[in-house]
């Protein structure tokens, strides 16, 4: 079975361009997540989104960054205009249904974003 | 309402037993733990449900008491492909899926 695919795996951009991440999930996992992974923060929960509909953005870090999930096999993640704090690893996750708190969740290889 | 684990690194040599912590601040419904390898993504090994629950994968256990909102991870005679970042995530809520991740303990296991 497919798991989680995100692309790019890498992105090297200027500072103030616009990055968009993308992420497909497991087919029939309802929920989906975005994290960023730092050394100092470790990994951080950005946003999810349970039946395409989001659920806690409070993650966020400001009105530069957006999440969308169109379709259950879709979401992306938008950096505007980037900066070069936002040089991280980004992961995109998905679970199957059942019970909060109960199910494991599948990662992608993730992004390696990079902004100079 | 990020978990604290400890140590933050240890190095092992192959063979020997180590135990990673996690704890919480709040009440905890449940307890996941990850492995994450260099430039890999991490990989999910077990979650634990009830107090004092004790689940294992391989040669890798964990317990959970409720009542310290406290995990522990045990990795005992440990092989070479141990090696990594473990993670623990917690969930205070079964309402979602919600998990917050602790900053993780970087094992290095060595010949």
């Known amino acids: 079975d497919a798991g989680v695919i995100q692309s790019p795996r890498h992105e090297v951009t200027e500072m103030g361009q616009e990055v968009t991440l993308r992420c497909k999930p497991i087919?029939?996992?309802?929920?989906l997540f975005w994290y960023r992974q730092t050394m100092m923060r470790g990994l951080e929960l950005l946003i999810y989104?349970?039946?395409?509909?989001?659920?806690?953005d409070s993650g966020m870090p400001e009105d530069r960054f957006s999440a969308k999930m169109p379709n259950a096999s879709f979401s992306t993640l938008k950096i505007q205009p980037s900066e070069p704090r936002d040089s991280a690893v980004y992961f995109c996750?998905?679970?199957?249904?059942?019970?909060?708190?109960?199910?494991?969740?599948?990662f992608g290889d993730g992004t390696r974003l990079s902004i100079l | 309402q990020q978990p604290v684990q400890s140590p933050q690194a240890v190095i092992l040599r192959e063979g020997e037993d180590a135990v990673i912590n996690c704890s919480s601040s709040?009440?905890?419904?449940?307890v996941h733990w990850y492995r994450q390898k260099h430039g890999e993504a991490p990989v999910f090994l077990m979650i634990?449900?009830?107090?004092?629950e004790q689940k294992g994968h391989e040669k890798i256990s964990a317990s959970f008491n409720e009542k310290k909102q406290q995990s522990s991870l045990y990795l005992t005679a440990s092989q070479l492909s141990y090696s990594g970042t473990y993670f623990c995530?917690?969930?205070?809520?079964?309402?979602?899926?919600?998990?917050?991740f602790g900053i993780g303990t970087k094992l290095q296991v060595i010949p």
């Open positions: 996750a998905s679970s199957p249904p059942g019970q909060g708190g109960r199910q494991p969740q599948h």
């Open positions: 087919s029939g996992h309802d929920y």
């Open positions: 989104f349970n039946n395409n509909v989001p659920i806690d």
């Open positions: 709040k009440a905890l419904y449940s």
């Open positions: 634990l449900l009830k107090g004092g």
């Open positions: 995530g917690i969930a205070i809520s079964g309402g979602y899926q919600k998990v917050t």
